[in-house]
Every structure is written in structure tokens, then in C-alpha cells.
């Protein structure tokens, strides 16, 4: 269960938008985010020496997902000037290392293929290397802390802004403290069914949901027209028959949108969501706030 910590943001040059230096202040892993463009001031750091893992990140792949690329290297510094040579996609690297220069060759063996399990379970994220291999040979203790470091990691990972290993849905939500199914909300319209989850990101459409395969004459050649086109072109959405069907949870930025998605009109998603009792999003997320009054 998610327990409140303390992540302390470094940022060398002063510049936010610049190298950052991310870690849990009672822990040894540190995670170093550098931009491409920053590469050479990287190198002039201890740390680019060290044993590492590391994770490529850049352009949209055709699925309409950010890339990646999870690697692992002895000297994270010269791995990452080979990529900067070779790899042509990213434009951002954040580079997992420990603060006492204890990773060993077999953490970070274990930690690669672990991360690229764990991204590809979550599928957030496309990612560049292929298959995960198999497991390579890892001590019990140094899985033990393998483990420790992969979730302080996943952790800083996306504090500074890349949640590659976290599910897009709520699995089991909490209320009160306690573990429950998630709170599922449903759309339903000509043609169209969807199920999704109102989470801190946005609004979450699930894998097999329905949606309208055309669009009303109100909203042709306008933005929402463009933006249900873009959904098939990124293959989010797969035509079947009457209706096109979601091939895989996708995050829209908003309720609003996601029923657009699913109804092919404008539409209002505070009121087009409800539970399976009937009530709205609205009634159920934002008129269940406490008044100021």
C-alpha cells in the first residue's frame, strides 16, 4: 500500500527543466534524469561512472505511445554516449545508480530484466527492446535487494514525470483505508459501451470497451472529428463490425473526452459516465465534496 515519503529534487544548473537529481532521502538509490542536449555535462559527473540501469526515453511510437529503451552497463557514461551515436529516439535518459556505488554487475543484470517485465505488464510505454529474455541467474539476497531498489526507482522514476512501471488503472482502489474492487464507471450510447475509471491522471477507458464507429454530422470537420481519427490511426481504436472496439486501456485527459471517444458527439462526461446504479461522475466525484458554505 502507498505510504507517504520524502523525495528530495537536486537540480545541478538551477534550470528545472534541466538535469535533476531525484532520491528518497532515507534510502541509497538516486535516479538522474538528463536531457540528451545535457549528455556532456553528465559525463563530467562520478556518477557516469558507476554501474547502472538506465532508461531511453523519446518520440511517440506508431501505437501512439512514448518510447523507451531499458538498459543496464558497468560505466552508465559510455553506454549512453554509444546510444547518443546509434539510437536516434530519445531525447531524455533516466539513469538508476546507488549513492554508496554498491550496484554490482548482477544487480544490474537482474534490475534490466526485471524493469523491462514490469514495463511491458504495465504497457505504458513502447518499448524498443523487444522481448524480455529470460531471468538471468541472481543470488536470493541480491533479488532481495533488487526488489528494494526497482520500487525506490519506480518511485523517483515517476515523481520526475515517468511512470513507466505503474498500471494505467486503479486495480484495487482504497476508500477509507481499505482495498476494494475498482469503482467502475459506464457509457452507453448507438453502438457504444464503455467502462472506464475516473483516476489522479485523468479518465481511463478499459480494453474492450465499445465505441461509435461514426461520428454526428455536428462534429465533422472539426477537432473532436480529428481527434476520434487520431484514435485509429494510433490503433487505440480497431474497427469490428458496427462498432470500434478499444484495443487496449487508454488514458484520456479528461471524462469529456473519453466520451467523446466513446459516443463520436460532444459530450459532457461528468453527466455521459455513471455507476451501475445510475449515478453521474458528477454526483459521484465532485458533488460528494464537502461544500464551502
Avoid at 560505466?75 to 554516449?81: C, E, S
Avoid at 526485471?114 to 511491458?120: D, G, L, V
Avoid at 505503474?166 to 481499505?178: I, M
Avoid at 453502438?191 to 454530422?217: I, L, P, Q
Wanted: proline content about 6%.
Amino acid at each position: 500500500m502507498p505510504r507517504p515519503q520524502t523525495i528530495q529534487i537536486y537540480l545541478p544548473s538551477g534550470d528545472p527543466r534541466g538535469m535533476r537529481v531525484a532520491e528518497i532521502t532515507t534510502r541509497i538509490v538516486r535516479v538522474i534524469e538528463v536531457p540528451r542536449s545535457q549528455l556532456a555535462d553528465f559525463l563530467k559527473m562520478p556518477e557516469a561512472q558507476q554501474v547502472g540501469v538506465y532508461f531511453l526515453l523519446g518520440d511517440l511510437s506508431e501505437a501512439g505511445l512514448p518510447r523507451a529503451y531499458i538498459g543496464q552497463s558497468g560505466n552508465v557514461g559510455n553506454r549512453l554516449v554509444q546510444h547518443n551515436q546509434n539510437k536516434d529516439f530519445w531525447n531524455r535518459a533516466m539513469v538508476v545508480i546507488s549513492l554508496t556505488n554498491s550496484l554490482t554487475q548482477t544487480h544490474a543484470m537482474f534490475l534490466e530484466w526485471f524493469a523491462i517485465a514490469q514495463a511491458t505488464q504495465a504497457g505504458r510505454y513502447s518499448l524498443e527492446n523487444g522481448n524480455t529474455g529470460s531471468q538471468p541467474y541472481t543470488p536470493a539476497p541480491l533479488q532481495a535487494d533488487c526488489h528494494e531498489i526497482h520500487e525506490t526507482a519506480a518511485t523517483l522514476l515517476a515523481t520526475l514525470g515517468q511512470p513507466v512501471f505503474e498500471p494505467l488503472t486503479n486495480g484495487l482502489s482504497t476508500s477509507k483505508g481499505h482495498a476494494g474492487p475498482p469503482e467502475l464507471f459506464y457509457c452507453k450510447g448507438p453502438e457504444a459501451n464503455g467502462v472506464g475509471e475516473y483516476t489522479s491522471e485523468g479518465f481511463v477507458v478499459h480494453k474492450g470497451s465499445t465505441a461509435r464507429v461514426d461520428n454526428v454530422a455536428s462534429i465533422k470537420g472539426t477537432s473532436q472529428e480529428r481527434f476520434r481519427e487520431q484514435l485509429v490511426t494510433d490503433g487505440v481504436l480497431l474497427l469490428q463490425g458496427k462498432h470500434c472496439v478499444f484495443t487496449r486501456d487508454y488514458l484520456f485527459s479528461s471524462p469529456s473526452m473519453a466520451a467523446i471517444a466513446i459516443l463520436g458527439r460532444s459530450a459532457n462526461g461528468w453527466l455521459e459516465w455513471k455507476t451501475e446504479q445510475g449515478q453521474t461522475l458528477d454526483g459521484a466525484k465532485r458533488q460528494a465534496l464537502p461544500s464551502l458554505t
